[in-house]
Every structure is written in structure tokens, then in C-alpha cells.
């Protein structure tokens, strides 16, 4: 499995809300081994003033069951509420803004508490025994008092949780977690600052004609692909690689992945080469740089919708998208041919141009909010402040931006 394959793989398990909770609830099981066992082993006595809660073996077994009953029914709860944001999330903001919601760390670690409390109280619960003539009296002391214990931290995460999710759902919040993981892909993607334009020809490369094609054996979006596998099957094989798709691009099966426009592709390993690339369902951010500018504008032109009529919204996500084309405009891309360590080109990889995601970000908006002068303001006033701090490099765009949304004026096309 290629380190991007990987990568996603494990993006995807992190942002799950069952991983971390499981995690937890194995630790619940091992922490109700553990106090059993001290118990058994009498290394703790229930007659000492350190305990907060002695009771014999029947009212241990109603306290151990009332706070696994209660637990259970307040993971009902939380697990309802969570269930209500998303479906908010989803119908105000966009779909897209669900995986923000299913990793953050506070909503998964809330779970697994109240979960793991519960798969505690229900280990420790199974061991507690009255006398009968078949076996003796055992009361795990040590074991009640921790369920205790995390009963009232439960109780605790309840509050914080309920907190918590109400800041949560906030537009101002749900628009910076967005634009954090926008920055975040923006300095892992493109971390060199922007320097002089490479001067290789690089529209020979794009234009030449394939001698070989490897094709996608099945469909989805292009979500990753990894350098060091293809530059190490380039090599290897003799031969200049061109990828078909960019990143976040959507292939049918059939579709032409890899093209070999240079060398003598016998005996390669199709299959392998394949590989090397990384289809799923959805966009993800592990390379797609245009995924958080298209989070940002759908959430603006669902606030621009008349169902919802946000322009508050729209305005705040078009400063986000400010912010991130201040951090992108200053960052060079990488080049469209990849050489080898030899200097030899053998991969060329098709990229997101600048002036594309300008356009793709604000021109969504600008269409939406033709009617709206106080979000077409915004506009400009976004676009002419990256006019004053971007490079000359990067302003022929900007300034296209800013045309078009002077034209989209009701008063001017009037």
C-alpha cells in the first residue's frame, strides 16, 4: 500500500466517530480487569475511610446497574444530538462540512467516555456475588467507587459536551474550522515561497501524444497519488510518465490514468503503476488544495439561497477566502515536470493553475449574490486588498475577478 493510499486511509480512520470511542471502550475493559483483579487480590479493603461508597453485594449491584442504565440512556441522548447537528450542518452549510463534524476529537472523545463508563459498569456488575452454598461473597469495592468516579466525570462531559456543541454549530465557527484546514493542506502542499517562473516548455510535455495508456479499472474521484512510486516505475522503466487527472478530478472506469509519452513501456507493470494513484467517493484534503475553497463557497451560496438568506454568511466566508489567497498567492506551485535526481524529466502532473481557483472561488459567489450589492462590496473590497499585497505575478487574475463583479452590478448592467 503507497504512503498516500495509506495516508488517506488513515485520515479517514481518525475522522471516524467509532475509532476513538473504541479505543476507549477497550480501555474501560482493561481498567475493569485491572480494579477486579486488585479486588480479588484483596490488595485494597473495603473497610478503609479511603473509600467513598461501601455496600454489600446487593447494593453494589444497584449501583453498578443504575449507572449503566442512566449512562446508556445519556449516550442515547448525545448520540440523537449528534445525529440533529449533522443533519443542521448539512441542510444550512453543506454536506461537504460533515467530516469536520465527524473528527473533531470533543464529539468522538464525549462517546467513547460515556460508552466506556458504560462497558465498565457492565463488567464490574457481572462479578459481583451474594453467598450461596456454591460459591462465597464477593464485592468488588475498589471497582464500585471507580464507577462512581466516572459516573460524575460523565456527568462532566455531559455539560461541556452540551457547550460545546452549541459553539459548534455557530456559522463563525463551522467557517474557521474550514479555513484552518484549508491553511493547513495550503503550507503542506505548497510550503517554498513563490520565486521566479520556471522557464521549461512545458506545454510540449501536456500536448505530446501517448504511447502507452494505463486506464482507471474503476471510478471515483482522484484523491491522492504517490510521487515517490511513480518517479521510482519512471525510472526503473526508462520512461516519462504524464498523469491524465488532477487531483480532486473525477474518473470513470475506462478513463486514461497514465499516459506514456516517452521510452519503451515493455514489460510494464501496468497494474503497479495503477496503484500508485488513489480513487475514492469523495474529494479529501490529503492533496486536493480546491477542497476547502469549495467548502467555503458552498457554504456562501447556500447562505445566499432564498431559503436561508445569509448574506452575514456569505461575507464572512468570502474574509475566510481572503485569507486563504493571501497565504496561496505568496506560495509557489509545484512545477508541472517532475524531474528525476539525474535532472532527467519523467513525470508531468497536470496542477490546479492560480488563476483557476480564483476564479472557482469567487465566481460562484459573484453569480449567487448578483443581486446583492453588500456581498458583491465584499468581493471587491477582498479582491482589491490581495491586489495590494500579492505579487505582480499573481494579479492579472485578481484583477479579471474584479471586472467581472464591477459588471455583475445591478446598476451597471442596467
Given at each position: 500500500?503507497?504512503?498516500?493510499?495509506?495516508?488517506?486511509?488513515?485520515?479517514?480512520?481518525?475522522?471516524?466517530?467509532?475509532?476513538?470511542?473504541?479505543?476507549?471502550?477497550?480501555?474501560?475493559?482493561?481498567?475493569?480487569?485491572?480494579?477486579?483483579?486488585?479486588?480479588?487480590?484483596?490488595?485494597?479493603?473495603?473497610?478503609?475511610?479511603?473509600?467513598?461508597?461501601?455496600?454489600?453485594?446487593?447494593?453494589?449491584?444497584?449501583?453498578?446497574?443504575?449507572?449503566?442504565?442512566?449512562?446508556?440512556?445519556?449516550?442515547?441522548?448525545?448520540?440523537?444530538?449528534?445525529?440533529?447537528?449533522?443533519?443542521?450542518?448539512?441542510?444550512?452549510?453543506?454536506?461537504?462540512?460533515?467530516?469536520?463534524?465527524?473528527?473533531?476529537?470533543?464529539?468522538?472523545?464525549?462517546?467513547?467516555?460515556?460508552?466506556?463508563?458504560?462497558?465498565?459498569?457492565?463488567?464490574?456488575?457481572?462479578?459481583?456475588?451474594?453467598?450461596?452454598?456454591?460459591?462465597?461473597?464477593?464485592?468488588?469495592?475498589?471497582?464500585?467507587?471507580?464507577?462512581?468516579?466516572?459516573?460524575?466525570?460523565?456527568?462532566?462531559?455531559?455539560?461541556?459536551?452540551?457547550?460545546?456543541?452549541?459553539?459548534?454549530?455557530?456559522?463563525?465557527?463551522?467557517?474557521?474550522?474550514?479555513?484552518?484546514?484549508?491553511?493547513?493542506?495550503?503550507?503542506?502542499?505548497?510550503?517554498?515561497?513563490?520565486?521566479?517562473?520556471?522557464?521549461?516548455?512545458?506545454?510540449?510535455?501536456l500536448e505530446?501524444?501517448?504511447?502507452?495508456?494505463?486506464?482507471?479499472?474503476?471510478?471515483?474521484?482522484?484523491?491522492?497519488?504517490?510521487?515517490?512510486?511513480?518517479?521510482?516505475?519512471?525510472?526503473?522503466?526508462?520512461?516519462?510518465?504524464?498523469?491524465?487527472?488532477?487531483?480532486?478530478?473525477?474518473?470513470?472506469?475506462?478513463?486514461?490514468?497514465?499516459?506514456?509519452?516517452?521510452?519503451?513501456?515493455v514489460d510494464?507493470?501496468?497494474?503497479?503503476?495503477?496503484?500508485?494513484?488513489?480513487?475514492?467517493?469523495?474529494?479529501?484534503?490529503?492533496?486536493?488544495?480546491?477542497?476547502?475553497?469549495?467548502?467555503?463557497?458552498?457554504?456562501?451560496?447556500?447562505?445566499?439561497?432564498?431559503?436561508?438568506?445569509?448574506?452575514?454568511?456569505?461575507?464572512?466566508?468570502?474574509?475566510?477566502?481572503?485569507e486563504i489567497?493571501?497565504?496561496?498567492?505568496?506560495?509557489?506551485?509545484?512545477?508541472?515536470?517532475?524531474?528525476?535526481?539525474?535532472?532527467?524529466?519523467?513525470?508531468?502532473?497536470?496542477?490546479?493553475?492560480?488563476?483557476?481557483?480564483?476564479?472557482?472561488?469567487?465566481?460562484?459567489?459573484?453569480?449567487?449574490?448578483?443581486?446583492?450589492?453588500?456581498?458583491?462590496?465584499?468581493?471587491?473590497?477582498?479582491?482589491?486588498?490581495?491586489?495590494?499585497?500579492?505579487?505582480?505575478?499573481?494579479?492579472?487574475?485578481?484583477?479579471?475577478?474584479?471586472?467581472?463583479?464591477?459588471?455583475?452590478?445591478?446598476?451597471?448592467?442596467?
Amino acid at each position: 500500500m503507497t504512503r498516500p493510499r495509506v495516508r488517506s486511509w488513515w485520515t479517514g480512520l481518525r475522522s471516524s466517530l467509532w475509532f476513538l470511542p473504541t479505543l476507549i471502550i477497550l480501555s474501560a475493559v482493561g481498567l475493569a480487569t485491572l480494579t477486579v483483579w486488585l479486588d480479588q487480590r484483596g490488595q485494597v479493603t473495603p473497610g478503609g475511610r479511603q473509600f467513598i461508597l461501601v455496600v454489600g453485594a446487593e447494593g453494589a449491584r444497584g449501583v453498578l446497574g443504575t449507572i449503566a442504565g442512566s449512562i446508556i440512556t445519556v449516550t442515547g441522548v448525545v448520540f440523537s444530538i449528534t445525529i440533529v447537528v449533522l443533519q443542521l450542518a448539512s441542510s444550512q452549510f453543506s454536506p461537504r462540512v460533515l467530516r469536520s463534524f465527524t473528527a473533531d476529537r470533543s464529539t468522538q472523545l464525549v462517546l467513547g467516555v460515556f460508552i466506556g463508563t458504560f462497558t465498565y459498569a457492565l463488567l464490574v456488575l457481572r462479578t459481583v456475588r451474594s453467598e450461596f452454598s456454591d460459591y462465597t461473597r464477593f464485592v468488588p469495592a475498589l471497582s464500585v467507587n471507580v464507577a462512581v468516579l466516572l459516573a460524575l466525570v460523565s456527568m462532566g462531559f455531559l455539560i461541556y459536551f452540551i457547550d460545546h456543541i452549541a459553539r459548534s454549530i455557530q456559522a463563525e465557527t463551522i467557517i474557521a474550522r474550514v479555513t484552518g484546514d484549508a491553511l493547513e493542506v495550503v503550507d503542506r502542499l505548497f510550503p517554498e515561497p513563490l520565486g521566479a517562473p520556471a522557464e521549461v516548455d512545458e506545454a510540449a510535455y501536456l500536448e505530446a501524444a501517448p504511447i502507452a495508456v494505463v486506464y482507471a479499472n474503476a471510478s471515483g474521484y482522484l484523491q491522492s497519488v504517490d510521487p515517490d512510486s511513480i518517479m521510482r516505475h519512471a525510472v526503473n522503466y526508462d520512461l516519462v510518465l504524464r498523469l491524465e487527472r488532477r487531483i480532486g478530478s473525477f474518473v470513470v472506469a475506462g478513463d486514461a490514468l497514465i499516459s506514456i509519452i516517452g521510452g519503451n513501456p515493455v514489460d510494464l507493470p501496468f497494474d503497479s503503476l495503477r496503484n500508485t494513484v488513489t480513487l475514492g467517493a469523495e474529494r479529501t484534503p490529503e492533496q486536493d488544495v480546491e477542497r476547502g475553497l469549495i467548502e467555503l463557497t458552498d457554504i456562501a451560496v447556500r447562505a445566499l439561497s432564498p431559503g436561508i438568506n445569509d448574506p452575514t454568511t456569505a461575507t464572512v466566508c468570502i474574509d475566510r477566502l481572503t485569507e486563504i489567497f493571501m497565504t496561496l498567492g505568496c506560495r509557489a506551485f509545484p512545477p508541472v515536470t517532475r524531474r528525476a535526481k539525474d535532472g532527467v524529466v519523467r513525470v508531468i502532473a497536470p496542477r490546479a493553475e492560480f488563476e483557476d481557483l480564483v476564479s472557482r472561488a469567487y465566481g460562484q459567489i459573484r453569480v449567487y449574490a448578483a443581486s446583492n450589492p453588500a456581498v458583491l462590496s465584499a468581493i471587491e473590497m477582498s479582491l482589491q486588498r490581495l491586489l495590494a499585497r500579492l505579487p505582480a505575478r499573481r494579479q492579472p487574475p485578481i484583477l479579471a475577478e474584479i471586472e467581472r463583479t464591477h459588471r455583475t452590478r445591478p446598476e451597471v448592467r442596467a
